[in-house]
């Protein structure tokens, strides 16, 4: 059965695989963003259950004509909009090799027993970088760091470890009251990956927003909230790259504010843009203080050249992971068995494979200068928008998000209009989705500048420069092509 591998149907085999590789490097190397737009009205028949099979080089050549044209091209230099293109080719080639290598990092002995050791390297690196001390690690419960599938499951995990943290006793006996779970995050700039996650552990919507200045937190209104709600906050969020304009928070400041009024808060740092700073000398002091909080989520598929899906949550003290584990014999009780504190999940591939590939082929010192240049391009493009008629700026470039909206001309804003401006920027952003051409990223996001009205709900367009194939005549260009479609709407 040449279907399945095997000696026999080895030359089949290299066959198909050299054709898959071929398809998906041409797909990376294509210039456009989407060749053909996915018409919805098509799901009915894919939905039909495949009774009888197609020989894989006719379902390829199938694939090819029928599915790739409609995929998102990360790679191409006018996506601009979303993190990462995942183009680190030591990258790709460990996310083929951990599926080639089928190991299952849930236990370590038999199932992962070189994988489960490199994994632990990659976690260690990453500590080592955001400032974490590194003790000698005799078993897992010394690492400090678990790998999740994305900064979901990397805060999820997080929360689940402030809850336990601030209530003991909880993953035995659940909990009793949720109001006194309380989280705080800033306002409007969130990721809702922590409101879904307190939903999911059983400590309901307890998310205070606290008001911010320019995306960061208003530490008076910070203390005051925490003295308010006093025994009843169990975590206070902080952002190194928000999710809309990737602001860095005052680490230091939060974490002795906190700390001083109740020294059991959890202090979590979702670093999952903003970690890769660490990678850079000339950067990283902006996420000094990140090393004082408990933990720290981090998302490599969102900033360092590696394909989905693969996230490292670290924690400052590698023993609370103590707190959360639940384990059967299921699980093998050894020393260095992963599965024993990996809250959320069972069977776990070898998605560090591709970290480990990237970080040993390209290095810190390299991809510390992919990171410089990133940002480099962002405050180029925020210059742009600055010197432009047409645009405007809405958030201080910290590490490589432009957050602009299209006005017409700046100098006849009507702040009464703000509907119309916001109005005129989502039909952009929809005629370029339907186009094809370019990719900008939008959301909704309070002027906290105050460039058209202080703390008006907007919608501008997003630059993000997580892909390297860009270059300054490519933004140029979008400039351009955004006011040529304005025109045209
Ligand atoms: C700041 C931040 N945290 C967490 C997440 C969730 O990450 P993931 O999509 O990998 O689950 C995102 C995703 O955009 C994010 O921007």
Redesign the pocket.
């Known amino acids: 059965m040449k279907e399945i591998l095997n000696k026999k149907s080895e030359d089949y085999a290299r066959k198909c695989l050299d054709k898959t590789l071929d398809l998906g490097l041409s797909f990376k190397l294509n210039s456009d963003v989407k060749q053909k737009v996915f018409d919805k009205s098509m799901l009915d028949k894919m939905i039909e259950v495949p009774v009888n099979g197609i020989e894989l080089n006719k379902l390829l050549a199938k694939f090819e004509k029928e599915v790739i044209p409609y995929c998102s091209n990360f790679s191409s230099s006018n996506f601009m909009g979303f993190p990462d293109a995942g183009n680190s080719v030591a990258g790709i080639s460990g996310a083929i090799l951990a599926d080639f290598l089928q190991q299952n990092l849930i236990n370590s002995s038999f199932c992962a027993p070189i994988a489960t050791y490199m994994e632990i390297a990659v976690i260690t690196w990453f500590r080592e970088l955001l400032g974490y001390k590194i003790k000698p690690i005799k078993s897992i419960w010394d690492v400090g760091g678990i790998i999740t599938y994305?900064?979901?499951?990397s805060?999820v995990t997080a929360m689940l470890l402030a809850r336990e943290n601030y209530h003991s006793d909880t993953m035995t006996k659940g909990v009793f009251n949720p109001n006194k779970c309380k989280v705080i995050i800033p306002k409007g700039i969130g990721?809702y990956?922590i409101r879904s996650s307190l939903m999911w552990i059983g400590c309901g919507d307890n998310v205070i927003e606290v008001e911010t200045e320019n995306f960061k937190y208003n530490l008076k209104t910070l203390e005051k909230t925490l003295v308010e709600n006093k025994g009843e906050v169990m975590c206070v969020v902080c952002?190194a790259?928000?999710?809309r304009t990737m602001t860095i928070d005052n680490f230091k400041e939060v974490h002795d504010l906190v700390k001083k009024i109740d020294k059991n808060i959890w202090l979590h740092a979702?670093a999952?843009?903003g970690f890769s700073l660490a990678f850079s000398k000339k950067l990283k002091n902006k996420i000094s203080g990140i090393e004082l909080f408990d933990s720290i989520?981090t998302?490599p598929?969102?900033v360092l050249e590696i394909p989905y899906?693969v996230?490292a949550l670290l924690i400052k003290d590698p023993q609370k992971f103590k707190l959360i584990t639940s384990t059967s014999d299921l699980i093998m009780q050894e020393d260095f068995a992963w599965g024993q504190i990996t809250p959320f999940i069972g069977s776990k591939s070898w998605v560090s494979l591709k970290i480990w590939f990237m970080m040993k082929n390209i290095g810190v010192k390299k991809i510390g200068e992919i990171i410089e240049r990133r940002h480099k391009m962002a405050l180029w493009l925020k210059d742009e928008i600055v010197k432009s008629k047409e645009f405007i700026l809405l958030n201080d470039v910290s590490i490589n998000s432009v957050v602009f909206m299209y006005v017409g001309d700046k100098e006849k804003i009507d702040n009464t209009k703000i509907d119309e401006l916001n109005e005129m920027n989502l039909k952009i952003y929809n005629y370029l989705l339907n186009e094809g051409k370019y990719y900008l990223h939008k959301f909704t996001i309070p002027d906290n500048l105050g460039v058209i009205k202080k703390d008006a709900i907007l919608v501008p367009l997003r630059y993000m420069s997580g892909n390297d194939n860009i270059s300054k005549k490519n933004i140029k260009n979008m400039l351009n092509h955004v006011i040529d479609v304005s025109k045209k709407i």
């Open positions: 994305g900064g979901t499951g805060n990721h990956s952002y790259g928000d999710s979702d999952c843009h989520s998302d598929h969102k899906c996230s």
